[in-house]
């Protein structure tokens, strides 16, 4: 079992800058592909970038590319998302999940894939 714990959202002003984390506990990260996904109100959940076991493989939701960015510390059994140049349509609550593989480059936008869900955190980002 592994629990992960988001942390870092807020209200920012368009424009601003976030850095959110998500902390792991139970097992090392190291055997896990990592995703963060949002959910505004009255929205579906969406996928928003993972990152493969290796850090060497990642993909970003066509939203956040040039703007977002993911990146993981395993000494530190953390994921973190750098989220830049903000917009209101940013804001939604963030979850950061967990995909146990055996390959070190794959990483999923794929929901189904993920095997551990965060609480997730608010992100709020005002005009």
């Known amino acids: 079992q592994v629990q992960l714990v988001e942390s870092g959202g807020g209200l920012v002003q368009a424009g601003g800058s976030l850095r959110l984390a998500c902390v792991a506990s139970?097992?090392?990260?190291?055997?896990?592909?990592m995703g963060w996904f949002r959910q505004g109100q009255g929205k579906e959940r969406e996928f928003v970038a993972a990152i493969s076991r290796s850090g060497g493989a990642i993909y970003y939701a066509d939203s956040g590319k040039g703007r977002f960015t993911i990146f993981r510390d395993d000494s530190k059994n953390t994921v973190y998302l750098q989220m830049n140049s903000l917009k209101p349509e940013d804001t939604a609550v963030y979850s950061c999940?967990?995909?146990?593989?055996?390959?070190?480059?794959?990483?999923?936008?794929?929901?189904?894939?993920?095997?551990?869900w965060g609480q997730g955190t608010q992100v709020t980002v005002s005009s």
């Open positions: 139970g097992r090392t990260i190291s055997s896990y592909a």
């Open positions: 999940a967990a995909d146990q593989v055996p390959h070190t480059d794959y990483r999923s936008n794929k929901e189904y894939d993920y095997d551990y």
